[in-house]
């Protein structure tokens, strides 16, 4: 399962604080995933990168990215994910805490993004 994960993912919808982030299409984001790292562009540019690793515990498939430079250099960021075909769903625990759901609410500290494989 976790080299279904590996590739090139665009991110089609985002939302945070329980409403869409249409702004962040525009720059185009990208997500590549390797078998230990991840690496965030932005209209082309790198952005952020770290290394993840998965997790098996809890309802939910689970990652835990390690920022190594970029904005979240130092951090853990723990999320759950769903990958359904060409379609992946990952909501962001940035306050270090682990979604229960893929959604976001006002005041909550959650990010949710769709991404779309991208092709080779």
């Known amino acids: 399962m976790s080299e279904a994960l590996h590739g090139t993912w665009e991110m089609v919808r985002a939302e945070s604080g329980g409403e869409p982030s249409s702004d962040l299409l525009a720059l185009r984001v990208e997500l590549q995933l390797t078998a230990d790292t991840y690496h965030v562009h932005f209209a082309g540019e790198l952005a952020d990168q770290g290394t993840y ?39 962001y625990g940035l306050d270090g805490t682990t979604p229960t759901a893929f959604a976001t609410t006002a005041g909550s500290a959650h990010y949710l993004a769709t991404y779309r494989r991208k092709n080779a």
């Open 53 to 91: 690793r998965r997790a098996t515990d809890g309802p939910h498939a689970t990652l835990v990215l390690v920022g190594a430079k970029g904005p979240n250099a130092g951090r853990t960021i723990p999320c759950i994910y769903q990958l359904v075909g060409d379609r992946l769903r990952v909501c």
